[in-house]
């Protein structure tokens, strides 16, 4: 593990920096995709024109865009949901790591996911950063557990799709062994190869989000995707963290209760995706597993006792991390 601290003021400002400048951007649907669709359905509840309806199924996320639209712009709007974004991830990781807090999280603002659902899927990633809050308040004292349920519950209501890993967490918070969950996670990867078209359409038809049937290759025109199948690309990507965490748990035999959970909602999560693999815009059910990634990654290397040349292998896994990111941005 590495015993200095590493959190640094710096750190802070460039966060601040960071939500400042994301929650302030234009009002762009080109730029910053769903953006424009969020400024314009905020503007009708400004105007009077739509009314906030208590029966939304994610109502916690309207209910919020309806009473900001009475006090504040929609610029105003987009700052709050940016603070509520990284607000809980910062504040999770200075509880999981108190010393590196500031590392880990910039260490999560470079996840290949982290800005896309910074600006464009904003309710999917306010959502999954109140998980990560209650995941990191699951393990402590009662109080702290009802504190988790109450982020959690939040969370589903604002973007339904966070019913999967709610699920694995409360499935991660039992299972203990992690060779079950590593090879529940191979079992996936065998069934989406023999039976992956039978699969998406039974989580297809489970209903817990209605976008799902929206996302199936069968009704979305797959011309406006570049690839569609089975990406082994994603699939290596995806493994990184549980090659790691095999290396850790399995080889160097090091538990840490706060590193399984991570580790085992990760794989279970990704597990969903990877039989959910072929469908147009998987990366939308990546992300319920990728916005663990970067922690998942960096916990250990912060954290646990694995290497001599602690430091060094975790700069180089922190390098990798954001040089993935950086190649992938070029890329597309």
Same mark, same amino acid.
């Given at each position: 593990?590495?015993?200095?601290?590493?959190?640094?003021?710096?750190? *802070?400002?460039?966060?601040?920096?960071?939500?400042?400048?994301?929650? *302030?951007?234009?009002?762009?649907?080109?730029?910053?995709?769903?953006?424009?669709?969020?400024?314009?359905?905020?503007?009708?509840?400004?105007?009077?024109?739509?009314?906030?309806?208590?029966?939304?199924?994610?109502?916690?996320?309207?209910?919020?865009?309806?009473?900001?639209?009475?006090?504040?712009?929609?610029?105003?709007?987009?700052?709050?949901?940016?603070?509520?974004?990284?607000?809980?991830? *910062?504040?999770?990781?200075?509880?999981?790591?108190?010393?590196? $807090?500031?590392?880990?999280?910039?260490?999560?603002?470079?996840?290949?996911?982290?800005?896309?659902?910074?600006?464009?899927?904003?309710?999917?990633?306010?959502?999954?950063?109140?998980?990560? $809050? $209650?995941?990191?308040?699951?393990?402590?004292?009662?109080?702290?557990?009802?504190?988790?349920?109450?982020?959690?519950?939040?969370?589903?209501?604002?973007?339904?799709?966070?019913?999967?890993?709610?699920?694995?967490?409360?499935?991660?918070?039992?299972?203990?062994?992690?060779?079950?969950?590593?090879?529940?996670?191979?079992?996936?990867?065998?069934?989406?190869?023999?039976?992956?078209?039978?699969?998406?359409?039974?989580?297809?038809?489970?209903?817990?989000?209605?976008?799902?049937?929206?996302?199936?290759?069968?009704?979305?025109?797959?011309?406006?995707?570049?690839?569609?199948?089975?990406?082994?690309?994603?699939?290596?990507?995806?493994?990184?963290?549980?090659?790691?965490?095999?290396?850790?748990?399995?080889?160097?035999?090091?538990?840490?209760?706060?590193?399984?959970?991570?580790?085992?909602?990760?794989?279970?999560?990704?597990?969903?995706?990877?039989?959910?693999?072929? $469908?147009?815009?998987?990366?939308?059910?990546?992300?319920?597993?990728?916005?663990?990634?970067? *922690?998942?990654?960096?916990?250990?290397?912060?954290?646990?006792?694995?290497?001599?040349?602690?430091?060094?292998?975790?700069?180089?896994?922190?390098?990798?991390?954001?040089?993935?990111?950086?190649?992938?941005?070029?890329?597309?």
């Amino acid at each position: 593990m590495i015993q200095r601290n590493t959190n640094q003021p710096l750190g *802070l400002i460039y966060i601040f920096l960071f939500v400042l400048l994301v929650g *302030l951007r234009p009002i762009s649907g080109y730029y910053f995709g769903d953006t424009a669709n969020y400024a314009r359905s905020y503007n009708l509840f400004a105007n009077g024109i739509q009314q906030y309806d208590p029966d939304s199924k994610e109502w916690f996320f309207e209910w919020l865009m309806y009473h900001c639209s009475q006090i504040m712009d929609v610029r105003g709007f987009f700052l709050l949901v940016e603070v509520l974004y990284v607000l809980p991830v *910062l504040w999770a990781c200075k509880k999981m790591a108190p010393n590196h $807090a500031i590392l880990m999280f910039v260490a999560c603002m470079g996840a290949f996911s982290f800005f896309s659902y910074g600006t464009n899927g904003i309710r999917n990633g306010m959502a999954c950063s109140l998980i990560i $809050a $209650a995941i990191a308040c699951v393990q402590g004292n009662l109080a702290q557990k009802i504190i988790g349920g109450v982020l959690a519950f939040l969370a589903f209501n604002i973007h339904r799709s966070t019913a999967l890993p709610i699920a694995c967490v409360l499935a991660a918070f039992f299972i203990k062994d992690t060779r079950i969950i590593l090879g529940w996670w191979i079992a996936s990867i065998f069934l989406s190869l023999v039976a992956g078209g039978p699969i998406e359409a039974f989580f297809t038809g489970l209903g817990f989000d209605d976008r799902m049937s929206n996302y199936s290759s069968e009704n979305i025109d797959v011309s406006a995707f570049s690839s569609l199948g089975f990406r082994w690309d994603f699939l290596l990507y995806s493994a990184m963290p549980i090659l790691l965490g095999y290396y850790v748990v399995i080889k160097r035999k090091i538990w840490d209760q706060k590193y399984l959970l991570l580790l085992h909602t990760y794989i279970l999560c990704n597990s969903f995706w990877v039989m959910m693999i072929r $469908a147009a815009y998987s990366n939308r059910f990546a992300y319920l597993s990728w916005f663990l990634y970067a *922690l998942v990654l960096i916990y250990p290397c912060l954290k646990l006792p694995i290497w001599k040349d602690q430091g060094k292998k975790a700069a180089l896994i922190i390098m990798g991390h954001l040089g993935f990111t950086f190649f992938m941005y070029l890329l597309y």
